[in-house]
Protein backbone atom coordinates (compact mmCIF):
# COMPACT_ATOMS: atom_id res chain seq x y z
CA UNK A 1 0.00 0.00 0.00
CA UNK A 2 1.84 3.12 -1.17
CA UNK A 3 1.95 6.19 1.16
CA UNK A 4 -0.79 8.40 -0.02
CA UNK A 5 -3.75 5.90 0.04
CA UNK A 6 -2.53 4.70 3.38
CA UNK A 7 -2.82 7.97 4.61
CA UNK A 8 -6.25 9.03 2.51
CA UNK A 9 -7.55 5.53 4.67
CA UNK A 10 -5.94 6.34 7.96
CA UNK A 11 -7.48 10.22 8.22
CA UNK A 12 -11.11 9.26 6.78
CA UNK A 13 -13.52 9.89 10.14
CA UNK A 14 -15.84 6.22 10.45
CA UNK A 15 -19.18 6.84 11.12
CA UNK A 16 -20.55 9.55 13.96
CA UNK A 17 -20.05 8.46 17.29
CA UNK A 18 -22.76 8.34 19.60
CA UNK A 19 -23.17 9.04 23.45
CA UNK A 20 -24.25 12.09 25.01
CA UNK A 21 -24.89 15.58 24.04
CA UNK A 22 -22.37 16.27 21.24
CA UNK A 23 -19.59 18.88 21.67
CA UNK A 24 -19.80 22.68 19.63
CA UNK A 25 -18.96 21.75 15.86
CA UNK A 26 -15.97 24.00 16.43
CA UNK A 27 -14.65 22.45 18.99
CA UNK A 28 -15.12 18.73 17.00
CA UNK A 29 -12.98 20.32 13.90
CA UNK A 30 -9.93 21.16 16.19
CA UNK A 31 -10.15 17.56 17.86
CA UNK A 32 -9.94 16.21 14.10
CA UNK A 33 -7.30 18.83 12.64
CA UNK A 34 -5.09 17.39 15.88
CA UNK A 35 -5.99 13.73 15.25
CA UNK A 36 -4.97 13.77 11.75
CA UNK A 37 -1.67 16.18 12.06
CA UNK A 38 -0.84 13.29 14.99
CA UNK A 39 -2.05 9.99 12.56
CA UNK A 40 -0.40 11.55 9.85
CA UNK A 41 3.08 12.51 11.55
CA UNK A 42 3.30 8.76 13.28
CA UNK A 43 1.37 6.89 10.47
CA UNK A 44 -0.80 5.30 13.03
CA UNK A 45 -3.34 2.80 11.27
CA UNK A 46 -6.49 3.49 13.68
CA UNK A 47 -7.04 5.45 16.46
CA UNK A 48 -10.73 6.10 18.51
CA UNK A 49 -11.13 9.12 20.71
CA UNK A 50 -14.01 9.54 23.42
CA UNK A 51 -14.38 12.58 25.45
CA UNK A 52 -16.43 13.00 28.73
CA UNK A 53 -17.62 16.16 30.34
CA UNK A 54 -19.71 16.56 33.23
CA UNK A 55 -19.99 13.21 34.03
CA UNK A 56 -20.97 12.10 30.37
CA UNK A 57 -19.76 10.90 27.07
CA UNK A 58 -19.90 14.04 25.21
CA UNK A 59 -17.80 12.78 21.96
CA UNK A 60 -16.53 9.39 19.89
CA UNK A 61 -15.14 8.69 17.33
CA UNK A 62 -12.80 6.47 15.40
CA UNK A 63 -10.31 7.03 12.62
CA UNK A 64 -8.33 5.50 10.27
CA UNK A 65 -8.43 1.33 9.88
CA UNK A 66 -8.99 -1.26 12.99
CA UNK A 67 -7.59 -3.83 10.29
CA UNK A 68 -5.51 -2.89 7.45
CA UNK A 69 -5.19 -6.09 5.53
CA UNK A 70 -9.22 -6.08 5.59
CA UNK A 71 -9.75 -2.57 5.13
CA UNK A 72 -12.19 -2.35 8.27
CA UNK A 73 -12.62 1.03 9.28
CA UNK A 74 -11.76 2.24 13.35
CA UNK A 75 -15.27 3.18 14.97
CA UNK A 76 -16.11 4.32 18.50
CA UNK A 77 -17.00 0.61 19.03
CA UNK A 78 -13.48 -0.75 18.21
CA UNK A 79 -11.95 -2.51 20.64
CA UNK A 80 -8.21 -2.27 21.68
CA UNK A 81 -5.97 -3.83 24.02
CA UNK A 82 -5.97 -1.65 27.21
CA UNK A 83 -2.34 -2.83 27.73
CA UNK A 84 -2.20 -0.81 31.45
CA UNK A 85 -5.30 1.21 31.22
CA UNK A 86 -6.08 -1.82 33.37
CA UNK A 87 -4.24 -1.21 36.70
CA UNK A 88 -6.65 1.32 37.56
CA UNK A 89 -9.79 -1.07 37.23
CA UNK A 90 -7.51 -3.58 39.64
CA UNK A 91 -7.09 -0.85 42.15
CA UNK A 92 -10.69 0.00 42.28
CA UNK A 93 -11.65 -3.66 42.52
CA UNK A 94 -8.99 -3.61 45.64
CA UNK A 95 -10.75 -0.76 47.11
CA UNK A 96 -14.32 -2.40 47.00
CA UNK A 97 -13.05 -5.69 48.88
CA UNK A 98 -11.15 -3.05 51.31
CA UNK A 99 -14.33 -1.32 52.19
CA UNK A 100 -16.12 -5.03 52.04
CA UNK A 101 -13.91 -5.76 55.04
CA UNK A 102 -12.38 -8.29 53.08
CA UNK A 103 -8.72 -7.23 52.55
CA UNK A 104 -6.12 -5.07 54.18
CA UNK A 105 -3.84 -2.86 51.92
CA UNK A 106 -0.63 -3.41 54.39
CA UNK A 107 -0.89 -7.19 55.09
CA UNK A 108 1.43 -9.45 53.64
CA UNK A 109 -0.06 -10.90 50.52
CA UNK A 110 0.35 -14.49 52.21
CA UNK A 111 -2.81 -13.92 54.38
CA UNK A 112 -4.53 -14.48 51.02
CA UNK A 113 -2.18 -16.38 49.60
CA UNK A 114 -0.49 -18.78 51.24
CA UNK A 115 0.66 -20.76 48.84
CA UNK A 116 2.78 -17.75 47.31
CA UNK A 117 6.31 -18.53 48.99
CA UNK A 118 7.72 -16.27 52.23
CA UNK A 119 10.27 -14.14 50.89
CA UNK A 120 13.21 -11.89 52.58
CA UNK A 121 10.52 -9.28 53.18
CA UNK A 122 7.03 -9.13 53.13
CA UNK A 123 5.16 -7.76 50.59
CA UNK A 124 1.65 -5.82 50.53
CA UNK A 125 -1.32 -5.44 48.10
CA UNK A 126 -0.53 -1.00 48.85
CA UNK A 127 3.22 -1.63 47.46
CA UNK A 128 1.84 -3.49 44.70
CA UNK A 129 -0.44 -1.03 43.94
CA UNK A 130 1.93 1.34 43.88
CA UNK A 131 5.03 -0.64 42.17
CA UNK A 132 7.01 -0.61 45.39
CA UNK A 133 6.27 -3.99 45.97
CA UNK A 134 9.60 -5.57 44.81
CA UNK A 135 8.30 -7.59 42.20
CA UNK A 136 10.43 -7.67 39.02
CA UNK A 137 9.55 -6.60 35.44
CA UNK A 138 10.07 -9.08 32.50
CA UNK A 139 12.61 -10.99 32.94
CA UNK A 140 13.05 -11.02 28.84
CA UNK A 141 11.23 -10.92 25.61
CA UNK A 142 9.65 -14.63 25.92
CA UNK A 143 7.85 -13.38 28.63
CA UNK A 144 7.23 -9.78 27.96
CA UNK A 145 5.44 -11.40 24.28
CA UNK A 146 4.18 -14.18 26.23
CA UNK A 147 2.31 -16.97 24.25
CA UNK A 148 1.39 -19.39 26.84
CA UNK A 149 -2.28 -19.15 27.89
CA UNK A 150 -3.06 -18.71 31.63
CA UNK A 151 -6.68 -19.32 33.10
CA UNK A 152 -6.13 -16.75 36.10
CA UNK A 153 -4.30 -14.76 37.67
CA UNK A 154 -2.90 -17.27 40.59
CA UNK A 155 -1.88 -19.40 37.63
CA UNK A 156 -0.24 -16.74 36.34
CA UNK A 157 1.71 -15.39 39.72
CA UNK A 158 3.73 -18.66 39.01
CA UNK A 159 5.72 -16.71 36.51
CA UNK A 160 7.55 -15.50 39.31
CA UNK A 161 6.23 -17.02 42.39
CA UNK A 162 9.77 -18.80 42.99
CA UNK A 163 11.89 -15.83 42.52
CA UNK A 164 13.42 -13.08 45.32
CA UNK A 165 11.96 -9.98 45.40
CA UNK A 166 14.07 -7.68 43.38
CA UNK A 167 14.61 -5.12 46.39
CA UNK A 168 13.53 -4.34 49.64
CA UNK A 169 9.05 -3.02 49.60
CA UNK A 170 8.80 0.23 50.08
CA UNK A 171 12.54 1.74 49.22
CA UNK A 172 12.01 1.78 45.60
CA UNK A 173 9.37 2.32 42.98
CA UNK A 174 10.15 0.29 39.84
CA UNK A 175 6.76 -0.27 37.44
CA UNK A 176 6.09 -3.93 37.08
CA UNK A 177 3.05 -5.28 35.86
CA UNK A 178 3.24 -8.60 37.42
CA UNK A 179 3.09 -6.81 40.24
CA UNK A 180 -0.76 -5.92 39.64
CA UNK A 181 -0.89 -9.87 38.89
CA UNK A 182 -0.16 -10.90 41.76
CA UNK A 183 -2.51 -8.04 43.31
CA UNK A 184 -5.31 -9.78 40.94
CA UNK A 185 -4.33 -13.13 42.81
CA UNK A 186 -5.19 -11.62 45.85
CA UNK A 187 -8.62 -10.67 44.61
CA UNK A 188 -9.36 -13.70 43.22
CA UNK A 189 -8.66 -15.31 46.58
CA UNK A 190 -10.49 -13.18 48.43
CA UNK A 191 -13.88 -12.74 45.91
CA UNK A 192 -13.15 -16.82 45.42
CA UNK A 193 -14.09 -16.14 41.53
CA UNK A 194 -11.06 -15.49 38.70
CA UNK A 195 -10.01 -12.14 38.62
CA UNK A 196 -11.89 -11.36 34.69
CA UNK A 197 -15.58 -12.20 36.53
CA UNK A 198 -15.16 -10.34 40.00
CA UNK A 199 -14.84 -7.21 37.19
CA UNK A 200 -17.31 -8.31 34.77
CA UNK A 201 -19.89 -8.30 38.22
CA UNK A 202 -18.56 -5.31 39.94
CA UNK A 203 -17.20 -3.34 37.60
CA UNK A 204 -17.97 -3.72 33.90
CA UNK A 205 -22.08 -4.19 34.72
CA UNK A 206 -22.38 -1.38 37.67
CA UNK A 207 -20.72 0.97 34.81
CA UNK A 208 -22.40 -0.07 31.65
CA UNK A 209 -19.11 -0.76 30.09
CA UNK A 210 -20.78 -2.79 27.59
CA UNK A 211 -18.03 -3.76 25.51
CA UNK A 212 -15.00 -4.55 27.44
CA UNK A 213 -13.57 -8.13 28.03
CA UNK A 214 -10.80 -10.29 29.42
CA UNK A 215 -8.07 -10.33 26.12
CA UNK A 216 -8.89 -13.76 25.32
CA UNK A 217 -7.35 -14.36 22.23
CA UNK A 218 -9.23 -17.62 22.06
CA UNK A 219 -12.51 -15.80 22.29
CA UNK A 220 -14.14 -14.06 19.60
CA UNK A 221 -14.59 -10.22 20.62
CA UNK A 222 -16.80 -8.37 18.59
CA UNK A 223 -14.97 -5.12 16.45
CA UNK A 224 -12.21 -6.29 18.02
CA UNK A 225 -9.20 -4.29 15.90
CA UNK A 226 -5.96 -5.77 14.84
CA UNK A 227 -2.29 -4.44 16.13
CA UNK A 228 0.53 -3.04 14.52
CA UNK A 229 4.20 -2.43 14.56
CA UNK A 230 6.24 0.07 13.06
CA UNK A 231 9.81 -1.39 11.54
CA UNK A 232 12.97 0.85 11.20
CA UNK A 233 12.22 2.00 8.22
CA UNK A 234 8.79 3.02 8.96
CA UNK A 235 6.95 0.55 7.24
CA UNK A 236 4.18 -0.37 9.15
CA UNK A 237 4.14 -4.43 10.04
CA UNK A 238 2.10 -6.81 11.77
CA UNK A 239 2.21 -6.78 15.67
CA UNK A 240 4.25 -9.96 17.79
CA UNK A 241 1.64 -12.19 18.41
CA UNK A 242 1.24 -11.96 22.18
CA UNK A 243 -1.10 -13.95 24.77
CA UNK A 244 -1.71 -11.11 27.35
CA UNK A 245 -3.23 -13.81 30.05
CA UNK A 246 0.02 -13.55 31.86
CA UNK A 247 -0.49 -10.26 33.27
CA UNK A 248 -4.82 -10.11 33.07
CA UNK A 249 -4.83 -7.67 36.27
CA UNK A 250 -1.87 -5.37 34.79
CA UNK A 251 -3.03 -5.12 31.10
CA UNK A 252 -4.64 -7.94 30.01
CA UNK A 253 -8.28 -6.78 28.80
CA UNK A 254 -9.81 -5.07 26.23
CA UNK A 255 -11.97 -2.22 25.77
CA UNK A 256 -12.91 0.90 23.88
CA UNK A 257 -12.65 4.91 24.75
CA UNK A 258 -16.45 5.26 24.98
CA UNK A 259 -15.97 2.15 28.04
CA UNK A 260 -13.25 3.60 30.01
CA UNK A 261 -15.02 7.13 29.84
CA UNK A 262 -17.83 5.51 31.78
CA UNK A 263 -15.34 3.26 34.17
CA UNK A 264 -13.85 6.65 35.61
CA UNK A 265 -17.36 8.52 35.84
CA UNK A 266 -18.72 5.50 37.66
CA UNK A 267 -15.82 5.22 40.19
CA UNK A 268 -18.04 7.54 42.96
CA UNK A 269 -20.63 4.77 42.36
CA UNK A 270 -18.32 1.80 42.68
CA UNK A 271 -16.21 2.78 45.47
CA UNK A 272 -16.30 5.67 48.52
CA UNK A 273 -15.25 8.88 48.08
CA UNK A 274 -12.59 7.77 50.93
CA UNK A 275 -11.46 5.26 48.58
CA UNK A 276 -10.68 7.55 45.37
CA UNK A 277 -8.48 9.68 48.46
CA UNK A 278 -6.01 6.89 48.66
CA UNK A 279 -5.85 5.29 45.01
CA UNK A 280 -5.08 9.60 44.06
CA UNK A 281 -2.73 10.07 47.35
CA UNK A 282 0.60 9.80 45.44
CA UNK A 283 2.84 7.19 47.41
CA UNK A 284 6.44 7.74 48.64
CA UNK A 285 9.42 5.40 48.93
CA UNK A 286 10.87 4.80 52.43
CA UNK A 287 13.38 7.54 52.54
CA UNK A 288 10.35 10.22 51.37
CA UNK A 289 11.13 10.10 47.20
CA UNK A 290 7.54 11.01 45.80
CA UNK A 291 6.90 8.36 43.09
CA UNK A 292 4.34 10.19 41.00
CA UNK A 293 1.62 7.36 41.30
CA UNK A 294 -0.92 6.41 43.59
CA UNK A 295 -2.67 3.20 43.65
CA UNK A 296 -3.59 1.72 40.32
CA UNK A 297 -3.17 5.63 38.98
CA UNK A 298 -0.48 8.16 37.79
CA UNK A 299 -1.11 11.71 39.92
CA UNK A 300 -0.34 15.12 39.15
CA UNK A 301 -1.83 18.35 37.36
CA UNK A 302 -2.16 19.75 33.93
CA UNK A 303 -2.12 23.71 34.06
CA UNK A 304 -3.14 24.17 37.55
CA UNK A 305 -5.52 21.26 37.62
CA UNK A 306 -5.67 18.08 39.25
CA UNK A 307 -5.69 15.03 36.96
CA UNK A 308 -5.12 11.43 37.62
CA UNK A 309 -4.06 9.28 34.40
CA UNK A 310 -2.23 5.95 32.85
CA UNK A 311 -1.07 4.97 29.58
CA UNK A 312 -0.52 1.90 28.18
CA UNK A 313 1.71 -0.38 25.56
CA UNK A 314 2.66 -2.95 24.28
CA UNK A 315 2.51 -5.37 21.43
CA UNK A 316 -0.01 -4.40 19.07
CA UNK A 317 -1.43 -1.13 20.45
CA UNK A 318 -0.72 2.16 22.90
CA UNK A 319 -3.46 3.59 25.00
CA UNK A 320 -3.63 7.04 27.07
CA UNK A 321 -6.66 8.49 29.66
CA UNK A 322 -6.63 11.79 31.39
CA UNK A 323 -9.31 11.99 33.85
CA UNK A 324 -9.63 15.70 36.05
CA UNK A 325 -11.69 14.89 38.83
CA UNK A 326 -12.58 18.17 39.39
CA UNK A 327 -13.56 19.61 36.21
CA UNK A 328 -15.18 15.68 35.44
CA UNK A 329 -13.71 15.92 32.22
CA UNK A 330 -12.06 13.14 30.37
CA UNK A 331 -10.21 12.02 27.31
CA UNK A 332 -9.18 8.38 26.14
CA UNK A 333 -7.78 7.27 23.15
CA UNK A 334 -6.75 3.83 22.12
CA UNK A 335 -4.36 3.51 18.39
CA UNK A 336 -3.61 0.23 17.56
CA UNK A 337 0.26 1.07 16.71
CA UNK A 338 2.83 0.41 19.52
CA UNK A 339 4.93 3.03 20.42
CA UNK A 340 2.46 6.28 19.94
CA UNK A 341 3.66 9.54 21.71
CA UNK A 342 0.25 11.16 23.22
CA UNK A 343 1.58 14.06 24.57
CA UNK A 344 1.07 16.87 21.54
CA UNK A 345 -2.47 15.74 20.76
CA UNK A 346 -3.30 15.31 24.29
CA UNK A 347 -2.46 18.37 25.47
CA UNK A 348 -4.46 20.00 22.75
CA UNK A 349 -7.26 18.11 22.78
CA UNK A 350 -7.37 18.92 26.97
CA UNK A 351 -6.70 22.59 25.45
CA UNK A 352 -9.69 22.76 23.36
CA UNK A 353 -11.84 20.86 25.77
CA UNK A 354 -11.63 22.90 28.80
CA UNK A 355 -10.81 25.90 27.35
Known amino acids: MDRRTFLALALAPAARGTGGSELSPEKVRQFEKLISVEMSRQ ?8 LGLGDELRWSRGYGLADLENFVP ?3 STVYRTASLAKPMTATAAMQLVEAGKLDLDAPVQKYLPDFPA ?8 QLLSH ?5 SYRDAAEEYNTRHYEDAREAMQQFAADELAYEPGTQYLYSSLGFVLAGAVIESIAGMRFSEY ?16 DDVYELIPNRSRGYRRAPNGRILNAVPIDTSNRAPGGGLASTPDDIVRFVFALPKLVKPESLTVMWR ?6 GRGTGYGLGWGVGEWQGRMR ?13 L ?5 DRAAIVAMGNLEGVSWDTLFEGVAQTLMG
Open 308 to 320: VDHHGGQSGVSTR
Open 132 to 136: TGGIR
Open 74 to 76: AKE
Open 282 to 287: PQTTRD
Open 43 to 50: SIPGLTMG
Open 119 to 126: KRWPVTTR
Open 322 to 326: WFFPL
Open 199 to 214: LRKNLFEPAEMRDTYL
